[in-house]
């Protein structure tokens, strides 16, 4: 069974700078494309980043230059390492998986199948 677990979440000031982790388990990631998505109260779900099989990245213009999507497949982890954050940054945050279209960098969520619980991250101006 997959299962994917994200943690790293917190409050921080503008400015701050957090790193989330995505531990995956029940399988491997080396074969699965990943991403990160957000959703803010009131808001629907957002993609922020993308990493194909091949390590290949994309991200939304909003985070463009603050984010990094990074995978470690000996640990079986993702994470998106989050520097110079906003308050427009404040969200859940979730962990995505799919083994279909490897090398595809899209960042529609109905195209993932696999997700996390989420993390909050909040951001104070």
């Known amino acids: 069974q997959v299962q994917l677990v994200e943690s790293g979440g917190g409050s921080v000031q503008a400015g701050g700078s957090l790193r989330l982790s995505c531990a995956a388990s029940g399988y491997t990631i080396r074969g699965y494309r990943m991403a990160w998505f957000r959703q803010a109260p009131g808001k629907e779900r957002e993609g922020v980043a993308t990493i194909s099989g091949y390590s290949q990245t994309r991200y939304t213009d909003s985070v463009k230059g603050r984010f990094t999507i990074s995978r470690d497949n000996a640990k079986n982890t993702l994470y998106l390492q989050m520097n110079n954050l906003n308050p427009e940054d404040t969200a859940i945050y979730y962990c995505?998986?799919?083994?279909?279209?490897?090398?595809?960098?899209?960042?529609?969520?109905?195209?993932?199948?696999?997700w996390g619980q989420g993390t909050q991250v909040t951001v104070s101006s």
């Open positions: 995505a998986a799919d083994n279909r279209g490897w090398l595809s960098l899209s960042l529609v969520a109905a195209e993932f199948g696999y």
